[in-house]
Structures are given as C-alpha cells and as structure tokens.
C-alpha cells in the first residue's frame, strides 16, 4: 500500500503523520469519502479493496447524509 501524506485538514482532530493505514483504514475511508479531494479519492480507490469500502459506506455512523447516499449511488451497495 502507498503511503500518502494526509492534510491536517482532514484529519483536523489527530496527528496525520501517526495514522496507520491498515489500523485506521475506516477512520480514513470516511473522512475521504466526505472530505477528501479528487486525488485523496483515487488514491484511496487504488489503496483500499472496493468491497471494504461498501462495507464501511454500509455500516458507517460518520458520513454525513449527503456522503452516504452519494458513495451508496457510486458503490451500488443497500
């Protein structure tokens, strides 16, 4: 897996150079998925299974509204 410098921006309330991608990997998902940038995106598309990301668009708390129906239009998941 890349690993990609995230932007304090997104990761406002902890130190983004200590995220582990594979620990924090739904933490990361969702703020990309309604945060993130056209280039977050991808790289979280090439660097995280399509089925882990249904799953955590599925059972996620933290997405806003708008986030979940958009990436549950685009993943095609219920």
Do not use: C, H
């Amino acid at each position: 897996m890349k690993i990609m410098k995230f932007r304090q921006a997104l990761f406002w309330d902890v130190n983004p150079n200590k995220i582990d991608v594979k620990k924090n990997a739904q933490y990361i998902i969702e703020r990309i998925l309604d945060f993130g940038n056209d280039s977050e995106v991808k790289w979280l598309m090439k660097n995280y299974d399509k089925d882990m990301l249904k799953k955590t668009v599925a059972k996620s708390r933290m997405l806003t509204p708008q986030s979940k129906s958009l990436w549950t239009l685009m993943f095609k998941t219920k």
